[in-house]
């Protein structure tokens, strides 16, 4: 008795080779463009035949790996596209040499270390290393957190830039977490501006009450922003000024994952 082959393109058909090869270039179109693009111009970038672009791209969308914006129809990451890459970033986080400086930044401050990158408008933890402390944060990697109470989160905002920002801020929905939490998008702004100056962002009990939180940027190879590195504790055992005395290992931390980084960074 013969197996069924199950069709893995929506179509009742098996792909062919090239039928993957060119639906892979234009995913990695897709994405590395600057803005993202229209099916036609996916097709002329890849000089694929018009029908040819729509038929792939549309099968990819089926698939969950493409979506169109909710205004203008443009194609983006779908939500499996994005899945998928975090599953890939957080696995190759947690088994490469980024892991070990992680539990070395862990082991010299005591203290609860996130590497988290920016996803779909969250802030997203690819790894941590655990405290020892019984008050340890108990987060797994994978776990998505807001952006604009968070120190990571309001780090990534404070690089970006003018335009991308404002319209952050204009949509997104600031929920108040504690009292300490930035609700007014006009006093936020003012925070991000301090961030940016100083290159180092606090969360002042802002998202988690009596936990307080210190984050800086990770560099890709053209200096722009691709992850961040934090450090957190409950305020019980540390102040937030005490946790400053902490910025030079997590400045030397920033800088060895700037080397890692340099050469196969993370899409945020």
């Known amino acids: 008795m013969k197996t069924k082959k199950r069709p893995v393109n929506g179509t009742g058909n098996e ?17 590395q ?12 970038l890849l000089g694929l035949a018009k029908p040819t672009a729509h038929r792939l791209t549309s099968t990819l969308r089926e698939l969950g790996f493409l979506q169109r914006e909710p205004a203008g129809g443009r194609i983006i990451a779908g939500d499996r596209l994005i899945a998928l890459s975090l599953n890939v970033i957080t696995s190759a986080a947690r088994l490469g040499p980024s892991h070990n ?47 604009h109470c968070t120190a990571l989160g309001k780090m ?34 003012e925070e991000l501006v301090k961030i940016r100056d100083e290159g180092v962002s606090f969360d002042n009990c802002e998202f988690m009450s ?3 939180c210190m984050a800086v940027p990770i560099q890709g ?21 005490d946790l400053r005395e902490y910025l030079p290992a997590l400045k030397v931390a920033a800088s060895k994952f700037n ?9 945020t």
């Open 15 to 31: 792909p062919s080779a090239g039928s993957l090869t060119k639906a892979l270039a234009i995913i990695e179109a897709a994405v």
């Open 33 to 44: 463009q600057p803005q993202p693009p229209t099916t036609a111009e996916l097709g002329a």
């Open 101 to 147: 400086i992680l539990d070395a930044l862990a082991e010299e401050t005591g203290e609860t270390c996130n590497l988290g990158i920016m996803a779909a408008g969250q802030v997203v933890y690819v790894d941590r290393c655990e405290t020892k402390w019984p008050l340890g944060l108990r987060f797994e990697a994978g776990s998505r957190v807001p952006i």
């Open 156 to 189: 990534f905002l404070s690089n970006m830039s003018a335009g991308q920002r404002r319209k952050y801020l204009a949509t997104l929905p600031l929920t108040r977490y504690t009292e300490y939490t930035y609700t007014d998008p006009v006093k936020l702004e």
């Open 210 to 212: 009596g936990v307080v």
């Open 221 to 241: 190879p053209k200096g722009n922003i691709v992850a961040g590195v934090a450090v957190s504790a409950p305020e019980a055992r540390l102040t937030l000024e």
């Open 259 to 267: 080397l890692i980084f340099a050469d196969d960074s993370p899409a």
